[in-house]
């Protein structure tokens, strides 16, 4: 009985967690970030936002990511990023003000792989949301990096729509 109960169970969990190892991925690379338009900290300390910032669109492109076939890869290799706003001095502060004019933008260029690494899909491209402040985003209302994750979706979805999946 207790074998049969081990076995079930291990098998189940074999069966859990066997999709994940087949699931789409995504791989991103900073390319010159020294040279970013604006990655602008403000008062933090620049390589802990820039690090940070990069660490959530990277997670965010591999959220992307799962919505494709099984098996993909998409590899991106950004060249440029300009953050929603712009960082200004005030007295001894720097802050990032929001305003239509300072649009989010990001230059990349992308490949999508098919299971076997052959590539399906390549274009580099410069995503800019010139209407970002405009509508209602309630998805992204208290995320600091909400416009770029918003119009990164916006990209995602025109750019791969036969190719998504619903999970």
Request: aromatic share 10%; proline share 2%.
């Amino acid at each position: 009985m207790k074998q049969s109960i081990l076995m079930v169970t291990l098998l189940t969990s074999v069966l859990l967690l066997t999709p994940n190892a087949f699931a789409a991925s995504s791989e991103v690379t900073w390319k010159d970030y020294e040279s970013y338009r604006d990655i602008d900290s403000g008062n933090e300390n620049r390589k802990s936002f820039r690090e940070r910032t990069f660490r959530k669109l990277e997670e965010h492109f591999a959220k992307l990511a799962t919505s494709l076939p099984d098996g993909q890869v998409l590899k991106i290799e950004v060249t440029d990023v300009d953050l929603a706003g712009d960082t200004h001095v005030g007295g001894i502060n720097q802050t990032r003000i929001i305003k239509q004019i300072f649009m989010p933008r990001m230059n990349f260029s992308y490949q999508l792989l098919d299971a076997d690494g052959k590539v399906i899909q390549t274009e580099a491209v410069v995503v800019k949301d010139m209407n970002f402040m405009s509508g209602i985003n309630l998805k992204y209302r208290n995320d600091s990096l909400g416009y770029e994750k918003k119009m990164l979706d916006d990209w995602f979805k025109k750019t791969f729509k036969e190719l998504i999946v619903s999970k």
